[in-house]
């Protein structure tokens, strides 16, 4: 069943790797990469089942906070691009 | 049984990400993707966190899921919040579909500050009028649909303030009592005809 799950979301890294390259705005590539983050997340909790590694959750956590923090400063920057 | 749990625990997770997935592809606005990704895969990750637990059964497993879970929980509805409002002022087009943009006209560009327009500015015609209810008066003890304001002074009440009590877009089944006050909306003629016979 892991596989499957392992299966669908690669699925879903796909379908939001193709909004990342065809946009159109900015703001849709930046949400298709929050998303690939998440995923990832998912991704490699399911893997440290897989191979029965509770360690790679930390690695999870980190995932968590680095990916939030990316889409803060890219709505902080688009924010200031667009100007007053 | 606890690997069946946690292996249909992690399928609904999967599929919740793989559904984010069509709808960041199949959306026709930013704002309305946006909204399918974020509700969906918080949801898929809660899922898959709570499986993964499941399976390995241990506290230490049990605390960093409950940290990725608490940390996407918190993060994405401020991320959503922050690239939305990033992009509405950058410009990015609400899809054609669309039939309400509450935000039309209220964000100052200059300082983004988010404020209501006056009435005044919005409609010069209009006024928005407070008219007590007396002891006296033939309204009250009345429903608002009894007193048929509309029919006879093309007023509408905005609201009916009770005490410190504010029933707003009030329904025509409200019952006024005495002591009430009135919010109304109309043209100054219209206004005063209906505060005349509002307060008796």
């Known amino acids: 069943m892991a596989w499957i799950a392992l299966l669908m979301m690669s699925l879903a890294i796909g379908l939001a790797f193709i909004r990342l390259a065809y946009g159109p705005t900015l703001s849709d590539r930046v949400i298709a990469m929050d998303l690939i983050g998440t995923l990832a997340i998912g991704i490699i909790a399911v893997y440290a089942m897989v191979w029965n590694l509770p360690v790679l959750l930390d690695a999870a956590i980190v995932l968590a906070l680095i990916g939030f923090l990316g889409t803060i400063a890219f709505a902080y920057y688009l924010e200031r691009r667009a100007g007053p | ?200």
């Not at chain 2, 918190?74 to 002022?89: D, E, K, N, Q, W």
């Not at chain 2, 006024?127 to 002891?135: A, E, F, N």
Request: hydrophobic share 50%; charged share 20%.
């Open chain 2, 1 to 200: 049984m606890r690997e069946i749990l946690s292996g249909v625990l992690i399928l609904i997770g999967a599929l919740f990400m793989l559904l984010g997935g069509v709808g960041i592809l199949r959306m026709p606005d930013l704002y309305t993707r946006m909204s399918a990704t974020t509700k969906v895969v918080t949801l898929g990750i809660g899922s898959i966190m709570l499986g993964v637990t499941i399976h390995f059964g241990e506290l230490g497993v049990l605390t960093r899921a409950l940290a990725v879970i608490a940390l996407v929980l918190l993060t994405t509805p401020v991320a959503a919040h922050m690239i939305g409002r990033a992009s509405y002022f950058a410009g990015v087009p609400l899809c054609k579909e669309t039939v309400v943009n509450e935000l039309h006209g209220h964000y100052d560009l200059r300082t983004h500050e988010l404020e209501s327009i006056p009435l005044a500015e919005l409609e010069p015609q209009l006024l928005i009028m407070r008219v007590p209810i007396s002891h006296w008066s033939a309204i009250a003890e009345k429903t608002l649909a009894e007193t048929e304001l509309r029919r006879h002074y093309k007023v509408t009440v905005l609201a009916v303030r009770r005490g410190s009590y504010v029933i707003p877009n009030p329904d025509g089944d409200v019952r006024l009592l005495a002591g009430d006050e009135l919010i109304l909306i109309g043209t100054p003629e219209q206004l005063s005809e209906a505060a005349k016979a509002v307060q008796g």
